[in-house]
C-alpha cells in the first residue's frame, strides 16, 4: 500500500465527522488482495466528498482517495463515447471536452464531482425529465471486488450494473466509466426566466412547459407564507446553437474556463444563516429577478453550477454545519410540497437554497433515488432546536406519500424508513453479498442505515 494517514473526514454539509485512514492505490492494483487485507477494518471509495453527510467516510476504517485516477482512457469524437477513470471530475472533462463540442450529459449543481461518485450517487440534474440520471448515459464500468475485478453493463452482468448505479459505492470501487457526452455547439445557454407569486403557479408553469426544456429548475422562497407559500423563480433552458449567439459569444462558443473568484475562510459562526438572515436573502433574491425575462443567453458555468463561483461555500454555516434534505414525492401529491414548505415556515425553519425539480422516470438502479414526480431540496443549518422533530414529521409526510430521500444527502433519517422508502433494498444486500461475503467495502452511511 503506498501510504496511510488518518484523516477526519465529513461530507460537504460538515456535519458527523469521523477519521478514516487514506489510502492511495495504484489504480492498477491486485484489487481482490488489496480489499481482503483491509476486511478487520473495512474501506470506502471518496471522490471529492461532495455527497453531504456520511456516505464517503468509514470511521475507524481507511478510505480509498479515487482523485488520483483522473486519466482518460480513450475518446471518440464521432461518437462522443469517452473512457475515462473513476477519479476524474466534470470540472476536468467540462474543460477537456467543451472546445471538441462535447458536454456531460448530466451534471449536478457542482461540477466538483468525480465520475465515480456520480455513479455512486446516480446524480441528476436539471434535465432528468428529458434525459434522465448520469448513469443513463454510462455504457459501462470497470468495478473491482474483493471477488475480481468484472466489466459492468446492461448487458453483462446487469444485476450488478444496476446495483451499482446508484449504490452508494457499496457494490465495490469504481474504476473507470465509459459515458456517452453530449455533442454541443456552445457552451451558452438560451435561458427564460419567470417569477411566480407561489406554488400553485410554479407548478402548473413547470407541468404545461417543461417540454419545451431541456433543463428546468426553480429556486422556492422557503419562509413566504400564507397566499405567497413556494413562491419561486423558474429557470428553464437549452444550450444555444451558433445561430443564437451573436457578439463576444459567437467569437468563442466552447470557451470553457470558469473560475473560482473567492474561497470562503473557515471564520464563520455557526447561527449567521438563520431565520432573518434567509428571510431577508429570499427576499432580496426573489426581488431583484425580473418578473419575466427571455432567451438571455448565460455562459453553461454560472447556468449549471452558479455555487461553485465561491470556493469552500460550505464554510458560510459555521462549524456546526448544515443538512440538506431532499426528497421526491410522486405527482399527484403536490400536497406533501405544500405542507413541508407549510411546516418549515410556520416553524421559521428557513432553507438557505431550496430547489425543485420534476423527475421523469426512474431507472433500474436498484437503490437509486430519482424517480417520477416532484423533487425539493431543502439547506438546513443545524442549531435550532426543533429541526430534528421537523425532519421527522418530513419522513412520514414523504414515505406515507410513496415518496423517499436521497442517500447522497441524508443525515438522519431511520432504517425502518429506509427499508420502506427503497423497496429494492434486500435485493441490493443479496448482490452485495454475493460479491463481498464479509461485507469490507462499507461506510458510515452503510452502517447508520443498516444497508
Ligand atoms: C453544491 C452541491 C450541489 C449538488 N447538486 C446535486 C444535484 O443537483 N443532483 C444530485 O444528484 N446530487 C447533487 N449533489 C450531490 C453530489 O452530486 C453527489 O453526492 C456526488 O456523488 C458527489 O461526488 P463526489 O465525487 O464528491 O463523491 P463523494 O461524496 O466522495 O462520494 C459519494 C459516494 O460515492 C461513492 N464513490 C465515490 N467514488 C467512487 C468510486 N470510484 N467507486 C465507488 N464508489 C465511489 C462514495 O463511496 C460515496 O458513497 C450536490 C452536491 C453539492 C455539494
Same mark, same amino acid.
Given at each position: 500500500m503506498a501510504a496511510d494517514n488518518n484523516k477526519i473526514l465529513t461530507g460537504w454539509g460538515r456535519t458527523a465527522p469521523g477519521m478514516s485512514s487514506k489510502l492511495e492505490l495504484p489504480i492498477n492494483s491486485d484489487w481482490p488482495a488489496m480489499l481482503k487485507a483491509l476486511s478487520s477494518s473495512g474501506v470506502v471509495a471518496r471522490g471529492l466528498g461532495r455527497s453531504y453527510n456520511d456516505a464517503a467516510q468509514l470511521s475507524g476504517g481507511s478510505f480509498i482517495d *479515487? *482523485?488520483?485516477?483522473?486519466?482518460?482512457v480513450h475518446f471518440d469524437p464521432s461518437s462522443g463515447i469517452l473512457k475515462v477513470e473513476a477519479g476524474a471530475s466534470l470540472d476536468q472533462i467540462m474543460r477537456e471536452f467543451a472546445d471538441a463540442g462535447f458536454f456531460v450529459p448530466v451534471t449536478p449543481g457542482t461540477r466538483h464531482v468525480t465520475i465515480g461518485g456520480a455513479i455512486a450517487c446516480d446524480v441528476h440534474g436539471k434535465n432528468h425529465h428529458k434525459d434522465g440520471t448520469f448513469t443513463d448515459h454510462v455504457l459501462a464500468m470497470d468495478l473491482a471486488t474483493p471477488s475480481g475485478i468484472m466489466t459492468l453493463t446492461r448487458e453483462h452482468e446487469p444485476e450488478l450494473f444496476n446495483a451499482t448505479c446508484g449504490g452508494m459505492g457499496l457494490t465495490g470501487v469504481i474504476l473507470n466509466a465509459t459515458v456517452r457526452m453530449l455533442r454541443i455547439e456552445s457552451v451558452y445557454m438560451k435561458v427564460d426566466t419567470i417569477r411566480t407569486n407561489n406554488l400553485d403557479e410554479v407548478l402548473d408553469l413547470m407541468e404545461s412547459e417543461d417540454h419545451k426544456y431541456r433543463y428546468s429548475v426553480a429556486w422556492v422562497d422557503s419562509l413566504a407564507r400564507g397566499s405567497s407559500l413556494g413562491r419561486a423563480v423558474l429557470t428553464r433552458g437549452n444550450h444555444a446553437d451558433l445561430s443564437e449567439l451573436e457578439g463576444g459569444h459567437l467569437k468563442t462558443p466552447l470557451d470553457f474556463k470558469p473560475k473560482t473568484i473567492f474561497s470562503a475562510p473557515d471564520i464563520f459562526p455557526s447561527g449567521l444563516l438563520n431565520s432573518l438572515t434567509i428571510k431577508a436573502f429570499n427576499e432580496v433574491w426573489y426581488k431583484k429577478t425580473p418578473r419575466k425575462e427571455t432567451g438571455a443567453i448565460h455562459h453553461a458555468a454560472s447556468f449549471f453550477h452558479p455555487l461553485d463561483i465561491v470556493g469552500n461555500w460550505n464554510r458560510i454555516y459555521g462549524p456546526r454545519g448544515f443538512i440538506q434534505y431532499q426528497f421526491v414525492v410522486p405527482f399527484g401529491r403536490e400536497d406533501v410540497l405544500r405542507n413541508s414548505l407549510e411546516l418549515l415556515a410556520n416553524n421559521r425553519a428557513g432553507s438557505f437554497l431550496t430547489v425543485l425539480k420534476r423527475f421523469g422516470k426512474s431507472n433500474a438502479g436498484l437503490i437509486s433515488f430519482p424517480m417520477e414526480g416532484w423533487t425539493l431540496a431543502l439547506d438546513l443549518p443545524v442549531g435550532p432546536a426543533n429541526l430534528a422533530g421537523l425532519f421527522d414529521q418530513l419522513d412520514e409526510m414523504i414515505l406515507k406519500a410513496g415518496g423517499r430521500v436521497y442517500l447522497a444527502k441524508d443525515a438522519r433519517v431511520s432504517k425502518n424508513k429506509i427499508k420502506l422508502m427503497y423497496p429494492h433494498l434486500d435485493e441490493f444486500r443479496k448482490i452485495l453479498k454475493s460479491v463481498d461475503p464479509t461485507r469490507i467495502i462499507q461506510s458510515d452511511l452503510s452502517r447508520r442505515l443498516g444497508i
Amino acid at each position: 500500500m503506498a501510504a496511510d494517514n488518518n484523516k477526519i473526514l465529513t461530507g460537504w454539509g460538515r456535519t458527523a465527522p469521523g477519521m478514516s485512514s487514506k489510502l492511495e492505490l495504484p489504480i492498477n492494483s491486485d484489487w481482490p488482495a488489496m480489499l481482503k487485507a483491509l476486511s478487520s477494518s473495512g474501506v470506502v471509495a471518496r471522490g471529492l466528498g461532495r455527497s453531504y453527510n456520511d456516505a464517503a467516510q468509514l470511521s475507524g476504517g481507511s478510505f480509498i482517495d *479515487t *482523485t488520483i485516477w483522473n486519466h482518460v482512457v480513450h475518446f471518440d469524437p464521432s461518437s462522443g463515447i469517452l473512457k475515462v477513470e473513476a477519479g476524474a471530475s466534470l470540472d476536468q472533462i467540462m474543460r477537456e471536452f467543451a472546445d471538441a463540442g462535447f458536454f456531460v450529459p448530466v451534471t449536478p449543481g457542482t461540477r466538483h464531482v468525480t465520475i465515480g461518485g456520480a455513479i455512486a450517487c446516480d446524480v441528476h440534474g436539471k434535465n432528468h425529465h428529458k434525459d434522465g440520471t448520469f448513469t443513463d448515459h454510462v455504457l459501462a464500468m470497470d468495478l473491482a471486488t474483493p471477488s475480481g475485478i468484472m466489466t459492468l453493463t446492461r448487458e453483462h452482468e446487469p444485476e450488478l450494473f444496476n446495483a451499482t448505479c446508484g449504490g452508494m459505492g457499496l457494490t465495490g470501487v469504481i474504476l473507470n466509466a465509459t459515458v456517452r457526452m453530449l455533442r454541443i455547439e456552445s457552451v451558452y445557454m438560451k435561458v427564460d426566466t419567470i417569477r411566480t407569486n407561489n406554488l400553485d403557479e410554479v407548478l402548473d408553469l413547470m407541468e404545461s412547459e417543461d417540454h419545451k426544456y431541456r433543463y428546468s429548475v426553480a429556486w422556492v422562497d422557503s419562509l413566504a407564507r400564507g397566499s405567497s407559500l413556494g413562491r419561486a423563480v423558474l429557470t428553464r433552458g437549452n444550450h444555444a446553437d451558433l445561430s443564437e449567439l451573436e457578439g463576444g459569444h459567437l467569437k468563442t462558443p466552447l470557451d470553457f474556463k470558469p473560475k473560482t473568484i473567492f474561497s470562503a475562510p473557515d471564520i464563520f459562526p455557526s447561527g449567521l444563516l438563520n431565520s432573518l438572515t434567509i428571510k431577508a436573502f429570499n427576499e432580496v433574491w426573489y426581488k431583484k429577478t425580473p418578473r419575466k425575462e427571455t432567451g438571455a443567453i448565460h455562459h453553461a458555468a454560472s447556468f449549471f453550477h452558479p455555487l461553485d463561483i465561491v470556493g469552500n461555500w460550505n464554510r458560510i454555516y459555521g462549524p456546526r454545519g448544515f443538512i440538506q434534505y431532499q426528497f421526491v414525492v410522486p405527482f399527484g401529491r403536490e400536497d406533501v410540497l405544500r405542507n413541508s414548505l407549510e411546516l418549515l415556515a410556520n416553524n421559521r425553519a428557513g432553507s438557505f437554497l431550496t430547489v425543485l425539480k420534476r423527475f421523469g422516470k426512474s431507472n433500474a438502479g436498484l437503490i437509486s433515488f430519482p424517480m417520477e414526480g416532484w423533487t425539493l431540496a431543502l439547506d438546513l443549518p443545524v442549531g435550532p432546536a426543533n429541526l430534528a422533530g421537523l425532519f421527522d414529521q418530513l419522513d412520514e409526510m414523504i414515505l406515507k406519500a410513496g415518496g423517499r430521500v436521497y442517500l447522497a444527502k441524508d443525515a438522519r433519517v431511520s432504517k425502518n424508513k429506509i427499508k420502506l422508502m427503497y423497496p429494492h433494498l434486500d435485493e441490493f444486500r443479496k448482490i452485495l453479498k454475493s460479491v463481498d461475503p464479509t461485507r469490507i467495502i462499507q461506510s458510515d452511511l452503510s452502517r447508520r442505515l443498516g444497508i
